[in-house]
């Protein structure tokens, strides 16, 4: 019996284990900077924050350090300091953030494309251009948020490389690889890193409810899957009032990740 069953809370949703997930990337980061991208992840960096990471450091998604840990879409009741762009940029290039990125297309190797699908000369579709990807990958963790697991964002080749991947990384040499690390890869379906000896995508846990086979066939290439592939943890009762209660009370989560 879960520990949510033994205390009479309503059972977890998948939205609410996508959420615990994500937290589960900042955990023990220290005084770094989270830059949450997307509804989950940014529900997922105030749960670290007010849970098993109390140092990290948010913002209000412009220019100032939040003092307080604010419900999603709430403004902030305390400021406790000024984060101009210059200094932000200093914190990137220093590793001394953690940033969690979305994926229009991501491969075996953790190569992300925001910019462009098909030939780069003539794209089928314009997305967002590269912006702070390369910059992002090269010089602070990132990780990634997938809310929709698919053989069209999971993809064997990358249409354009905006974050860079471990071999491009590799390739590039030392200056590249300081501070270059993809800590993990958070989808609808399961959490993945590149725990691998080759540096490729490997299957980390399942999301409850989920089967092998529908990672398998919603993923472009084949992944390392390992003999036995654990379920992401549920989140605590403790967790789980945070999440719904003073976090994301209007159930925001549940529209980006639909039960």
Known sequence: MSRTETTGTQAP???DYCVVACAEAWRDAGEILASPMGTVPAIGARLARLTFSPELLLTDGEALLIADTPAVGAKPGSI???????????????????????????DRHGNQNIS?????????????????????TL??????????HSARVFVEHVDMVSGVGYDRAAEAGPSATR?????????????????TPDRTMRLRSLHPGVSLEQVTEATGFALTVPDAVPFTREPTAAELRLIREVIDPKGLREREVPA
């Open 139 to 148: 010089n602070n963790p990132t990780s990634y948020w997938v809310p929709k």
């Open 179 to 195: 501070y270059h690390r993809i800590p993990e890869v958070v989808s609808n379906l399961g959490v993945f890193d590149f725990e």
């Open 116 to 136: 462009c699908i098909g030939d780069w000369a003539r794209p089928t579709r314009q997305l967002l251009g590269v912006r702070g990807a390369p910059v992002n």
């Open 13 to 15: 949703t998948r939205a």
């Open 80 to 106: 406790e300091g000024w984060l101009p762009f210059r200094q932000h940029l200093t914190l990137t290039a220093t590793g001394r953030r953690h940033v969690m990125m979305g994926a229009s297309q991501i």
